[in-house]
Nanobody
C-alpha cells in the first residue's frame, strides 16, 4: 500500500489562500494519478480534484472550479492543491489518495491508499 503525507492546512480568513501538499513516502509518484478529497463534519467525503500521472489531465468539482488548482512536481515527489478565494464552506479535512484509473475521476471508489488528512478551516 502506498503512503501519502498531507500538509499545508490551517486557519485562513474568507478570501484567503492556502497550498496543500501531498508527499509520497517510500515510492516514486511518477506513475500514479493523484486525487484530493475533503470531508466536513457530518458530510460525505467529496472529490475535489484529480490529476493524471503525466500531469496532462485534470478534473475539478464544480464547487472549486476557477478557485483551486492541482499540480504535481515529480522531481519533488509531491502533488499540490493551490486554494484561492477560500470560502467558509471549504472548511473540511483534506485528503489525498492514489487514483486507480487512467482518466481522472472524482469518485471515491476509484481511489486507494488514503493519507491521514490535513485540516482546513476558513473563518473570520
Amino acid at each position: 500500500q502506498l503512503q501519502f503525507v498531507e500538509s499545508g492546512g490551517g486557519l485562513v480568513q474568507p478570501g484567503g489562500s492556502l497550498r496543500l501538499s501531498c508527499a509520497a513516502s517510500g515510492f516514486r509518484l511518477n506513475d500514479y494519478g493523484i486525487g484530493w478529497f475533503r470531508q466536513a463534519p457530518g458530510k460525505e467525503r467529496e472529490g475535489v480534484s484529480c490529476i493524471s500521472a503525466s500531469g496532462g489531465s485534470t478534473i475539478y468539482a464544480d464547487s472549486v472550479k476557477g478557485r483551486f488548482t492541482i499540480s504535481r512536481d515529480n522531481a519533488k515527489n509531491t502533488v499540490y492543491l493551490q486554494m484561492n478565494s477560500l470560502k467558509p464552506e471549504d472548511t473540511a479535512v483534506y485528503y489525498c489518495a492514489e487514483h486507480l484509473g487512467v482518466i481522472p475521476t472524482l469518485s471515491a471508489a476509484d481511489f486507494a491508499s488514503w493519507g491521514q488528512g490535513t485540516q482546513v478551516t476558513v473563518s473570520s
